[in-house]
């Protein structure tokens, strides 16, 4: 990399990138924003682990003190998990590196990095999507935004549990985002297995996914494959449950007057709490799920 490369990309990824093996991408949002310490340490650790287990290389993208860091260390997952750092979204990337921060990457901040540097393929648990009440407010995760234009394959549970999922759906259909369920025939609501709502496709195979990924990159297609993996069966929780803790907690946030970036963190908690610990087991999971079929 040049010296005026915003990119410190490790050297067992530059490797993999120049023989053409399998890299999965993967954001650290999650880690400094989406679970509570230490679930946020573990779900990196079984993230990259399960990767490996099916023979990719792990490239885990965040920023640490104003460079673009890709392949983290312990030691950077430690400086992440400290509090105080910030979340990135496209739009905030280069003012972190301007201003020498350090923070976790969102999906589209993941996306756009991963395009840069040649991954095709990337894991999270759960995109931003359309959010409840975006009539009003017109939050929409530039996540959308973001896979319409960066030709990735990104494996996910679905929309994170508070979003308006049919909404969410619409948006990606105009976007031109091709939206797969991987063995179902529902759209996952993260920790649920059934949003309610169908997925326009489904795929029984990894080699039905590769087939379709390969036709879109043809084409010349420039906008994502989404794979919608549901979350083990073991670990999802029922879809009234997580209805009532959501709304519940979206209640009190706003009687609390909690807004903005930290009303996503807020949120996930009280549904953690509302779900006696389970809501973070499911997220483990379904992360480590994800990850594993990122990575075949
Ligand atoms: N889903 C979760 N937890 C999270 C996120 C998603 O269950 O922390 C993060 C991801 O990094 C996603 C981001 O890209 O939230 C979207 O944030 P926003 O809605 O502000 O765009
Ligand atoms: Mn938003």
Not at 40 to 57: D, F, P, S, T, Y
Not at 123 to 132: F, K, L, Q, S
Not at 227 to 253: C, I, K, Q, S, T
């Amino acid at each position: 990399m040049t010296p005026q490369s915003p990119f410190d990309v490790s050297d067992e990824i530059q490797v993999a990138l120049g023989l053409g093996a399998s890299v999965v991408a993967l954001e650290s949002a999650v880690v400094t924003h989406g679970l509570p310490y230490p679930a946020n340490l573990e779900a990196a650790r079984r993230m990259e682990r399960a990767i490996r287990q099916h023979g990719a290389v792990p490239a885990a993208v965040a920023l640490i003190g104003g460079r673009v860091r890709v392949g983290l260390t312990e030691d950077d997952l430690a400086h992440l998990a400290a509090r105080g750092v910030v979340k990135v979204g496209r739009r905030d990337l280069a003012v972190a590196i301007a201003r020498q921060a350090s923070g976790g990457t969102t999906v589209s901040a993941t996306l756009a990095v991963a395009h840069a540097l040649g991954v095709r393929v990337q894991a999270t648990g759960g995109i931003g999507g359309v959010h409840m009440g975006a009539a009003q407010t017109w939050d929409i995760s530039a996540d959308l935004d973001e896979l319409s234009r960066r030709p990735l394959v990104l494996v996910c549970s679905g929309a994170k549990a508070i979003c308006d999922v049919g909404a969410t759906l619409e948006a990606l259909e105009t976007r031109g985002v091709t939206v797969i369920g991987y063995r179902t025939s529902r759209f996952p609501y993260f920790y649920v297995a059934d949003s309610g709502h169908p997925v326009p496709w489904s795929a029984d195979s990894v080699a039905e996914i590769a087939a379709i990924s390969r036709a879109k990159e043809r084409l010349g297609d420039m906008s994502a494959l989404l794979v919608a993996n549901p979350p083990p069966a073991r670990w999802a929780l029922p879809a009234d449950e997580v209805a009532e803790a959501v709304a519940r907690a979206v209640g009190r946030a706003g009687a609390e007057g909690i807004r903005g970036g930290e009303l996503t963190p807020y949120l996930l908690s009280e549904v953690d709490r509302l779900t006696g610990g389970r809501a973070v087991d499911a997220n483990l999971a379904l992360l480590e799920a994800n990850a594993a079929l990122a990575a075949q």
